[in-house]
């Protein structure tokens, strides 16, 4: 059974259309990558992953369930801008991620030990021990954002959403980046979904690379209609579209 699925989902703010018969099915594991132009609903469709946005139509699945309204440990998120928490240290920041995995947010006594060692661990794994007591401000951009993904991974999420998290960072600790998300994804299996507005990225990164477009477009009305995944590219072969994999599969080998 797939992990994540999304069932004939519509969404419209109001009386305008973003999104239209989006149909996904995702295995557990899997790297997603989602580009498309600029306002076209990938942001919104990860808001949906997220139980923050509903749909006007059809329906969402993880695990077989309605994703929660209630953020929780099963999902972490990363945004392009840090949203680390800027008046605490680095350690307090991962501790924090910790707790809020809790009913009451805050961890004492033998909890907050063991939180205060997992927060170690992931500080080591992330490569910010040497800053656990700094302060985020003083964090190049590469850091701030390994600490934003060390947060969202204290919970250990089933499933992580990235909105563009390498999107403010300058080429060289992008790479570095893609190395670290790899490594990460090879340890956990988790199951991510990324957007980019970088296409090598997305191939780079991802198994598959959705494409959000508007198979209808109305000169006259340009928000008529919302937006659908229109490709669905394999990206470990290379990016060969699954239909051009099919055709190959079903073709006669020559003779
Ligand atoms: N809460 C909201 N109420 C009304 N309209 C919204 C709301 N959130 C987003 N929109 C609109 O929905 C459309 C899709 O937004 P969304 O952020 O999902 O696009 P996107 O593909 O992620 O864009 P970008 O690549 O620029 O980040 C945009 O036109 C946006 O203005």
Redesign the pocket.
């Known amino acids: 059974m797939s992990y994540v699925t999304a069932q004939n989902i519509f969404l419209s ?2 009386k ?1 259309p ?1 999104l239209e018969r989006v149909n996904l099915s995702v295995e557990k594991g899997e790297f997603i990558s989602i580009v ?10 990860l ?1 949906l992953l997220l139980a923050q946005e509903q749909p006007t139509r059809g329906e969402v699945r993880i695990d077989g369930a309605e994703p929660a309204r209630e953020p929780g440990p099963d999902r972490g998120v990363v945004f392009q801008r840090y949203s680390v928490f800027p008046h605490m240290t680095v350690r307090e920041n991962i501790v924090a991620a910790t707790g809020l995995s809790r009913r009451f947010g805050r961890l004492f006594g033998a909890e907050r030990t063991a939180a205060r060692a997992a927060a170690g661990a992931m500080l080591e794994r992330i490569g910010l021990s040497h800053v656990a007591d700094q302060y985020p401000s003083s964090l190049s951009g590469g850091m701030q954002q390994r600490l934003a993904i060390g947060q969202a991974l204290a919970c250990k999420p089933r499933v992580l959403l990235l ?2 998290p390498f999107g403010a960072l300058d080429p060289g600790t992008r790479v570095s980046m893609h190395e670290f998300l790899t490594e990460l994804r090879a340890e956990t299996e988790m199951t991510v979904f990324m ?1 980019t ?1 970088d296409l090598e990225e997305g191939f780079k990164l991802g198994d598959r690379v959705l494409v ?1 477009d508007k198979p209808r477009w109305d000169p006259d009305d340009p928000e008529a209609y919302g937006a659908t995944i229109t490709y669905d590219f394999d990206a470990r072969n290379d990016g060969i579209p699954f239909q051009t994999l099919e055709e190959a599969t079903h073709a006669t080998p020559a003779s």
């Open positions: 703010y109001g305008r973003i498309g132009a600029s306002g076209c609903g990938k942001s919104t469709f808001r909105d563009e957007v507005h959000f």
